[in-house]
């Protein structure tokens, strides 16, 4: 990696990305029915969504060594804007106002921190 700090702070951020994703994806397979237990948590989605929360934490790991250890919590709230967008795009949910408040909350409170 380069010795450009914002590279891993970028690099954090699309861990959380990632992790947001596999959580999206854990989500679309909890709406399916499945015929029995096995299907149920042996199906690609499952399979995969694990795969990408293991990637995310690999990428965490190393972006850790760029990022702070007190930026970490702030960088991984972005993960709250990550789901629901992804949930609009994936999983066709409705952002009701008091989403869109919330969010708009933690990103004031991500900029409140970072340039406070």
Do not use: C
Not at 44 to 49: E, H
């Amino acid at each position: 990696m380069s010795n450009n700090p914002w590279m891993y702070f970028v690099l954090y951020l699309f861990s959380v990305l990632v992790a947001s994703l596999s959580q999206v994806i854990l989500k679309k397979s909890a709406m399916i029915h499945y015929e029995n237990r096995i299907r149920e948590y042996l199906n690609p989605y499952v399979i995969g969504a694990y795969f990408f929360f293991f990637g995310s934490a690999l990428l965490t790991t190393l972006a850790y060594r760029g990022v702070p250890l007190t930026l970490g919590p702030v960088l991984e709230s972005t993960g709250y804007i990550y789901v629901g967008i992804l949930g609009m795009l994936i999983l066709k949910e409705k952002l009701s106002r008091r989403k869109i408040i919330g969010n708009i909350l933690i990103v004031g409170g991500i900029l409140i921190y970072a340039f406070v």
